[in-house]
């Protein structure tokens, strides 16, 4: 039980509406899953949060598995269930296997676990690691 | 100024020194970070770390360079200027480009918003989401 | 199911009847939600958390729909469901439309993407943020 | 010394220097603060990120001095400076008190204070502050 | 350069000054460290948050020294330096040694590891931690 | 229903099994709970973390019953509720009373309060506070 209703087709503003065809689209689907479906009720925030979801996601620089695997990473290290769950099924789709998956967890787990000692410790930056102050 | 000291070479226990021969070898450098050098004051953690690090850090499933930008995503969701830095380093040195720093930050970003969206409307996890419970 | 029971109110202790007797005659409702029903365990800890509640929620330079949004948006980056349930309610009760509530998640998504941005890239703060150093 | 260099006006790609010029307009000022100028490196990442900020900061059914507050809250959630100092700057330009700025103060730390108890009691959600399963 | 200044003694208003007095009193020393100083512009705020950890760290059920050190532990899961480093140092003034400052390091480390564990794998709570429902 | 399967034992491979009998050697138990079962999946992050979770909550300066409510206030802290319910069982299996936990519970949402506190106002750390620099 969401906070604002899992709207259906029937239920969409025709801005909404214009939204969800788009998603169709590019995504090659039928199936819009709950998240978009909760934000209809909102038509700017769901064409806006769309419209920012799609440029990022593009392909790019980066693979577009690597960035659902960097999707699901944050969404672990920001407590998100939906978006772990969602974006798990988004990475397998676009071919992560489980091998890399377990390693995936096992970065995101050393990385919090070192990221505490780092913060606890008040470790000071290396020089090296700071960027030529000559050319900033 | 740390909680722990930076130690030098010269101030490490035998335990201590070890561990860092072993990370010069591993790293093929002579450098070794402050991160090491302030957990050197407790020989145990210093060495158990270090072993899930090597260990979590070499090649698998998982090119290098992905595993230092999952690093990087973490750390910064987790809000550790060291670690941002030491991994943001670590992932040039691998070969990551400005353009893919961008875009990873654009992802992180991106997860980041919708992470709170998802969490603040409270979105049921959609059924083609959940594992089969027949194979679970 | 709580760590602690939902106690009824046939089984508090003297104490913590009288918490929520005092929340009763603040809030002009009998209705007593879980939050303190499992607080009430101890007694110390709820009289102090009801005495502080009390106080920083009662109008004062903020108008009282602004604290409960504030309440919420703070829930939400903390990743509380029970807080973000009942302070959204809360804020409904004082007025909060819908319309502003797609405002607030816009802001608490919003600000949590740049807050991401400005940590991953470390962006200096600007002289004009600071506070005059001749006044400090 | 941040992770990209503070772009100086001269610096910058005609597509930030565009964007610039937009902030600028919309804002009404010519100060540009250095989290725009770090982002200029990626102009499709500045260009991107100021157009969602600049659709949610807008007038709308919130006061725009309530959305910076908000802003100010979840920055301090999140634990980022910049965005602390920044937004706290902001909300003060727009009419934010001293007094104002005391009470939200004392409901981002009060709310952090429910949140982890709710969240350590795992207490469960009323049934009063759930959807109406009905109408959802 | 904080926010709100550091308040020296000859500038508090009358209720700030009668709060420091019984900070003195309690803690039985002259030193009023910058929290409380940078507080004290609201004078509100400052008794009521004093009031609140006076109750909280007054000796009870646990001893003062692990009160201290679960202070520390919170800190650096909240990514706060000036509570790190203040409540380290009172946990060393109670008596922390050096290893147990290792140890706690070492259980926050892991403790972040198997929480993002645990949450990136959705992991199932066992009927064996659930409360008995027949007495809940 | 986890992102991987709950395994059972005779589900298990030797390397798994092999880590399944050393849990219940050193936990005196056949019990073995669903974060060992879902690791399972992947022998070397569950041999990994076991070995690491062995090390880290073994006898040593800290009392076994305060390793564990350190563990369970940082799993508050992180928001994990399978990790909450876990270490809260075991830290009563070890001889927390509820009022050591009601305590734990009061620290940590005090904690949690200051946090944001100080970083809200951006405190500037004491000198009192800091590493004497002779000997760093």
């Not at 029937?10 to 995504?27: C, G, H, Q, T, Y």
């Not at 689907?29 to 700017?44: E, G, K």
């Amino acid at each position: 039980m969401s906070i604002w209703p899992v709207l259906k087709d029937e239920e969409l503003s025709p801005r909404a509406a214009a939204v969800f065809a788009d998603i169709k689209a590019v995504r090659k689907t039928d199936f819009i899953n709950n998240f978009w479906r909760v934000l209809a009720s909102d038509p700017a925030l769901l064409a806006r949060t769309w419209d920012s979801l799609k440029q990022v996601m593009a392909p790019g620089a980066l693979d577009p598995q690597v960035k659902e695997m960097l999707y699901v990473a944050v969404s672990i290290a920001n407590g998100c269930e939906y978006c772990i769950r969602s974006h798990t099924a988004a990475a397998r789709a676009k071919g992560m296997s489980e091998a890399q998956l377990g390693e995936l967890l096992a970065v995101v787990g050393m990385a919090s676990e070192t990221n505490r000692l780092a913060t606890g410790l008040q470790v000071p930056v290396d020089e090296a690691f700071l960027p030529d102050p000559k050319t900033d």
